[in-house]
């Protein structure tokens, strides 16, 4: 977008799953010593760490409950050059069945920590990151204040999606969210080009959003910012959960 990197397409791997994913990757220091405190946390690595060219060193795991997300250990990569904007990503949640186990799991791994929106909803936070993303983005914790945005929101990294008790066939997975400028637009275009809109779009906390799958089977959310969304009772978790 504009030159700058958004996200990375691959061929599937013999090992991975028969139908098209996204990843979800989280920027460590070291690939290797995420690796231990996934195994001494109760969880599996799916791939050991390994070097990809100059770019980064990276690794797949599973967390307890079976969800897989990826590690990268920049080198001359350092990942999405542009986020937050439409075209771009813009959250990557879990969905998953243990919220307390959650929390344990990924707080001892990463270091987040929960923050509460109201109405049940969460989303983990990392203390500075809001810090670390104002040296690109001047100005982001006091646009978020003036908007209403709870304290702590800048130091957001991911969100925590319950899985819904009518939704048994569900695993417990990541997802990813892209933003858009126009959630209603986007759902017909991606019908147009030949994908599903697996969730029509609809308004939540914040924003309006839809849930779509590409011609491969690849599921992504796609949602628009909404501010004046922000008082709606919190209904997205279990429709979002079905991605």
Known sequence: LRGGDIAAVSSQPES??????WNT?????SADEAASKVLAS???VLMDPFDI??????AVFADPEGAAFCVWQAKEHKG???VNEPGSLNFNGLNTRDPEGAKSFYGSLFGWQPLGLGGGAEMWRLPGYGSFLEQSDPGLGERMATTGAPEGFEDVVATLNPIAEDQPDVPPHWSVTFAVDDADAT??????????VVVPPFDAPWVRMTVITDPQGATLIASKFVPENK???NQANSTVSAS
């Open 16 to 21: 991975g799953p028969p139908t098209a994913v």
């Open 187 to 196: 759902a017909a275009r991606a019908a147009e080009l030949g994908g599903q």
């Open 42 to 44: 109760g969880g599996r």
């Open 80 to 82: 999405a050059q542009i």
């Open 25 to 29: 990757y989280v920027w460590v220091e």
């Open 53 to 58: 060219m100059d770019a980064g060193r990276m």
């Open 231 to 233: 008082n709606l009772d």
